[in-house]
Structure formats: C-alpha cells, structure tokens
C-alpha cells in the first residue's frame, strides 16, 4: 500500500495490492481522474490517460485550445455549469444567485492511517500502518470555499473510503445545495448496474440493468436508507460472475436520504456520483463553518462479485462495526414480538423465557409494548418508563428475574418516535417533525420527533440511559417504524430548513454514539421496520440488524441473499417464527426455518408454549448446533452458490480462514418430481484437502468438490424407497465438512 506524489506530472498514484487509483492536477487547477482498477505499475507520469480531441459544440476555457473541455475532462470535484453538462458533485449558491464555482488545487497531505470523520460514521483503522490518507485541499477563489478531499487506501482490503469537507474560508455566508460523497468518471460504460431494491418485508432484491446514455439511479428521499434501496451499487462488466471478472461495489456509509447514479454522456464515458440526495438539501455555510459529507466505500474486485462481497464483509465486519461484540459470536436470542405481540404481562414474558432457557437460549428481548400507556400501536411512544399495570417490578424487576434463569435481557426502544397519545406529545407539542401550517401525517399512527434539536436528542438519551443504568440490559432492539414527511423543524430559520434531513441523522447519530459509548457491553441490534435502515452508517453503532420483519424461511433465503452482496453474515439478524408465517401464511418445516436463519445472527421469536415436545427437542438440537457453528457461520468467509432468485434451489456456505471447516446450506423451495440429479460445486476450499462430510463416510478433496460438485439428489431424482427421507416442499439440509487430517 503506498501513496505517491509524482511532483513534475502533478500525479497522485494510490495503490494497494488490488487496486490503483490515479489523479492529475489539470491544466486548469482542477482535479481530474486518469485510472481507477486493478493495480498497475507506478510511473512517473500517466498524462496519456486523458484523452483530448476537440469535439464540437463544446465549453472551453482556453480560448486556444478546443481540446480542453470540462464536458469530456474525466474530474474527482465536477461541478454544473461551467461547460460540464453532467450532473457534478458540488453546487454552492451564493448571495448574488450564482451557482458556479471553480475548484482548484492548492495542496495536499499524506498522512498515516485514517482520520475520523466527527460526528459521522466511517470506516477506521487500528492502527497506521493499516491505511494511509491522502488530503487534497481545492480552493474556489471567488467565494473562499475549500474543499478537502480525503482519500484513504487499506492495506488490507481492495477498497478505497472518500468523502469531502468544506469549508468556508470567504467572507460571505454561502449555501452548499450538493456536496456528494464521491465522484468517479469512469472511461467506459460498458458494465451492468446492479442495485438492491425492493420494500417493506421484500427487502434487497438485487436487480440489474445496463447503464445507457442518461441517468441510472437509485437514492431514498424518505429520511432513511429505506426498504426500497439500498445506499450500495454495483457496476459489473457483463461477463462477470461470482468467480471471476470486474466489479466496483459502491456503498454509502449514510443512513439518510441518499442518491447513488452512473451518468452515461454521448461519449459512453460513465460518472458514478454518490452522497447525499440534492433534492430538498441545502447546508448553509456562514465564513468560518464547514460541513463533512458521509464517507463512501469503493471496492475493487477483478475476481468477481463473490470477492467483492467477501471484502466488503471483512471491511464491514471489521474496520466499521465497533465495539466489543464486533468480533464475538451473537447470543442466541429469544424475541417475544410474534410470540405475544402486544398481549403480555410479566407471568407470561417469564414463562417463555424459561421455555427458552430449557431450549438453550441465552437472550429473552422484550419487544414493543413495555413503556409508557402503550397496550397497540395507538399510543405511548414517546415515554420510555415501564407500564406498571404489565410491568409490576419495572424493567429491573423483570431483568432480574430474566438474569436470575441464567439468561440475558434485552430491550426494545424506538426512540425517534412518537405518538400523540403519550405525555411526551402533551408536554413537547413543538418537538414534531412537522410543516407550520400543514397538517403532519401520521405512520402507523405515530410521528417522528425532531431529532434535529439537541435538546430532543438530550431528553431521549436521559430517558434511555435511565432505563439501561437502572436495570440489567445486555442488548437494545433500536427500531424506526416511519418515513419522514413533512420535513421541518420549529427550531431552525427559513434559510437552515434544507439541514433538517441531515441534522436528523446526526441527531440519531450522536444518541447512539454516546449510548454505545455509556454501555459499551450492550448489543445494540438496529431496525427500521425490519430492513428500512440496513446501511453501513448503522453497522458502525450497531454491529447487527434486523434484515426483514418477513421472517418466511423462503423469503428469507432471497432477503439474506441479496443483503449479502454487501453486508456480513454477522450483521443479519435472523430468527426461526412460527407457522403459519405471519407474513407468508406459508407452513415450512422447522428444520429450513432454522437452516436459513444460521445464516445470521441466529433467534427465535415464536411462542415456545405451543410446539409439541418433538419440536422442542429439535430447536434444543439447533440451539447447539448453532453454539457449536456460530462463529464459523457469522464470521468466515461466505460464499454465494446459487440464487434464490433463478431457480427452484439455492445454496451458499461458509468456510473457516483456515479452509479446515465449511458449512453449506442447500435449499430446495418447491417439491419436484422425477428429477435430475444435482450437483453443487462448492467454492472457497483448498483444492488440495480431504474434506469429511459430517454424517457420512464420505470424504472428498476440496478440487472434487469446487470442480465435480457435492452431490445433493435426493428422492426427487427417481424412486429411492427408503435410502433417504422423503421429500417435501421447502426442505433443505446442512452439510458440515472438516478437514480429515
Ligand atoms: C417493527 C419491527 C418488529 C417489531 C415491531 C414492534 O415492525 O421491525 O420487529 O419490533 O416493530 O412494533
């Protein structure tokens, strides 16, 4: 890993093992991109990247060359207007309505490791030798705005972080209506965009689409990353796969509203642009202020999107997620939400968690109902004490007792939330999300406090460190249960109403930041709706997350699937519910129920009571199966075999660093009758091992397996009275391998 500074040619050269990244001062000052990729050689100069042809009809800056045209210049800082006709990375409006700006280069720093980003979420280094930053300050001279723009390579990781920080050094108040995280013109356009999309309990799809000449886009507007996209892209080459061939995964490390696009001009040059989404932002920036964009993560991976997702989950997993939990194997959980819903008192909680206890379980959460005047969705939120009528010993009482079987307590809070049924409405009216004038609407009956104010942040995080000092919790369930309309704060001028979006998520930030840094051993698990915040800005408070509030073993498959594309398993909160599923009404078997939620950080959240004891005796069974395999499951390397999206079966597995132990999970949804035989070829093995397969005789080398596949028919492929158990929809199987030396 190594940052050079070619001082004559004006190059920045950053380069890891993977990856190269190149930058040249133009000739104008401002500076331009000349190669993002696979690592290649140093040299002193690379200028023969930009290519020049004096094309008509273009902007040029130099009255006697028409060769040099911002429109067809490949930049790191773009901006509109100034003959780029692209949609560019920053836009400053000033006080005399003037929208331009020119930024040029005036220095730059390369520093060890990697500078924190304050207030924000980023990924981090343990210590210098893990990274190394290169700084470069731009300067637009009419209004003394700088731009400093900080690039960090890993030494590890195929990945480069970015983000930008402006500030104003003129003497002139002046408003930043874009401020992207990353731009990158790319030279080509010749990829597939892979983007991961859906909504409410269908969370994650990955759909692809080839960028033509226009805007491919995705980006959420609804104050969080949202159901419906996800701030990470992907931008393929049309052959690749998961084995071989290029990727650029593009993540944002923002929980707000977001936009991600690849701009393709008439020439199939492709900008990629990410940050912030524009629309309804604007930052004002008085002389001396400075604004810090969000940090976004490109990786580079020429062996397919499998390599590109297993760095991603190790940078995720560990130079983003925090804390002591970040590296140890998640608690098996019990969550009471589809066990009661809302129908519970203490008698009741507790006898579940001895039936969890008796299962092996080691953590009761206590979902949504405990506080204030809540019984349903109607009211209460906002007041974060326990109801005394359901709650006679409080939340102490009740961890107590929960500690005292041998188990740990957790708690869920949905602290931006509010209902107006609550006292907490009735005493901060003003504290609402809300448009003077206009009526606020509500979701799912509640409301969003404005978590722009200190002061609202302030009185949730005297409420919630009560509650987490005064009682025994070892884990926080943080859930947000609504989109944000109405987007206005009472305490903010006119001329600050653009900063309310973003200030809410640096609100959100800051309560997790000082409770994460209060009880440092909570595990926090976040949520919004299940899967409507699953963005890398949680991870780095909470190293877990509730994928989906659809907990359908099916659907699980295609909603973990998608989510590993740029997410770790050990960031998937999964949980085996009952049958019928609540969501689906489809009836699996408890045994894929268990196989696809291992493929998580592992729970139960259905009510024990009801199962017979045979049932029981198999959660008992998974439950130590997971203690057994959990750390292998959650933190080895993953690797995708088949999609749930393309066929009848899916299948994908996890091999230790070691490449002594892997776990596959195969999955066959609808029963089939008379059917091929089938193979899985495994990956990520050591070709030249001898795997035993648990359960069997069989022992294979890692080559037969990757090349001729596992063999995995079973009575759908022909009659087979009695060799194996008979088939059903929705069954699928574990297969263990270790190492046979
Ligand atoms: C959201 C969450 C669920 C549950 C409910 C409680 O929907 O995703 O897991 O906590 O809220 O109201």
Redesign the pocket.
């Known amino acids: 890993m190594n940052i050079v500074y070619h001082a004559k040619s004006k190059t920045f050269h950053l380069y890891n093992d993977r990856l190269s990244y190149i930058m040249t001062v133009l000739r104008n000052g401002h500076l331009g991109q000349l190669y993002c990729g696979a690592r290649i050689h140093d040299r002193e100069d690379f200028s023969y990247f930009l290519e020049f042809a004096p094309r008509a009809m273009s902007a040029c800056p130099y009255e006697n060359d028409r060769s040099f045209s911002l429109e067809h210049l490949r930049q790191e800082l773009p901006s509109f207007g100034t003959g780029d006709y692209r949609d560019g990375a920053v836009e400053v409006f000033q006080e005399d309505g003037s929208r331009l700006t020119d930024f040029h280069y005036v220095n730059h720093q390369i520093t060890p490791g990697k500078p924190k980003l304050n207030g924000l979420p980023a990924t981090y280094t343990e210590s210098d030798g893990e990274a190394m930053t290169l700084l470069v300050t731009l300067r637009d001279d009419l209004t003394g705005v700088t731009a400093e723009l900080s690039y960090t390579i890993f030494r590890d990781f195929g990945a480069l972080a970015r983000s930008v920080r402006y500030s104003n050094k003129g003497d002139r108040p002046v408003t930043l209506t874009r401020a992207m995280s990353l731009c990158l013109d790319l030279p080509d356009c010749d990829y597939d965009w892979l983007q991961f999309s859906g909504c409410w309990t269908r969370e994650r799809k990955p759909v692809c689409r080839r960028p033509e000449q226009g805007i491919t886009a995705v980006g959420s507007r609804r104050g969080h990353s949202s159901h419906e996209q996800n701030p990470f892209v992907v931008l393929k080459r049309p052959t690749a796969d998961e084995d071989q061939g290029e990727a650029f995964g593009l993540s944002l490390v923002y929980s707000g509203n977001f936009l991600i696009q690849a701009e393709v001009d008439a020439h199939s040059t492709l900008r990629l642009l990410a940050g912030i989404h524009p629309e309804g932002f604007g930052w004002l920036l008085k002389p001396g202020e400075s604004f810090q964009t969000p940090e976004a993560v490109l990786v580079y991976a020429d062996r397919g999107l499998g390599d590109m997702s297993r760095t991603f989950h190790r940078l995720y997993g560990r130079r983003l997620a925090r804390g002591v939990w970040r590296d140890q194997p998640r608690p098996i959980l019990i ?1 009471n ?1 589809e066990a009661t819903y809302f129908d519970f008192n203490e008698d009741k909680l507790l006898r579940l968690a001895r039936q969890a206890k008796d299962c092996g379980i080691e953590l009761f959460v206590l ?3 405990w506080f204030g005047r809540r019984t349903d ?1 109607r009211a209460g939120l906002g007041d974060w004490t326990p109801n005394p009528a359901r709650l006679p010993n409080g939340i102490q009482g009740l961890a107590e007792k929960i500690e005292a079987l041998g188990m740990r307590f957790g708690l ?1 809070f ?1 602290p931006e939330a509010v209902n107006k049924n609550s006292a907490m409405y009735e005493q901060h009216p003003d504290w609402l999300l809300a448009t003077p004038g206009r009526t606020p609407s509500q979701g799912r009956y509640e409301y969003l406090l404005d978590f722009s104010r200190p002061e609202v942040v302030d009185n949730l995080h005297a409420q919630m460190a009560a509650i987490l000092g005064g009682a025994k919790v070892s884990y926080v ?1 943080w ?1 947000m ?1 609504r989109s944000i309309s109405e987007c206005y704060s009472a305490a903010l001028p006119p001329g600050r109403q653009g900063e309310v979006y973003h200030r809410y998520i640096l609100g959100v930030y800051d309560l997790y930041e000082r409770l994460t840094k209060e009880f440092p051993h909570i595990l926090f698990e976040s ?4 899967g409507g915040r699953f963005d890398p800005g949680m991870l780095y408070y909470a190293p877990q997350c ?1 994928t989906s ?1 659809n907990t359908d073993a099916v659907e699980r498959l295609r909603i973990q699937y998608g989510t590993s594309f740029c997410y770790p398993v050990s960031s998937m909160g999964a949980h085996v519910s009952a049958v019928p599923n609540h969501q689906m009404y489809r009836v699996t078997p408890l045994e894929t129920r268990a196989n696809v939620a291992c493929f998580g950080t592992f729970g139960y959240e259905l009510d024990l009571g009801r199962l017979s004891g045979e049932e029981l005796g198999e959660i008992k069974k998974q439950v130590a199966f997971m203690k057994e395999y959990r750390a292998l499951l959650q933190f080895g390397d993953f690797y995708r075999l088949k999609s749930p999206f393309e066929g009848n079966t899916a299948a994908w597995m996890t091999v230790s660093g070691d490449k002594r132990r892997a776990v596959v999970g195969f999955y066959r949804i609808l029963n089939t009758s008379n059917d091929a035989y089938t193979r899985l070829r495994l990956r990520g093995l050591d070709p030249d091992r001898l795997y035993r397969i648990k359960g069997t005789e069989a022992c294979h080398y890692g080559d037969e397996l990757m090349r001729a596949g596992l063999i995995t028919s079973d009575s759908t492929a022909g009659e087979q009275y009695g060799v194996v158990k008979p088939c059903t929809d929705f069954i699928s199987r574990l297969y263990i391998l270790d190492a046979a030396d």
């Open positions: 969550n939400w979902d949504d109902g969705d869920w949905e369930k859930d249960n949520c919004a709706s299940g509730w509030d």
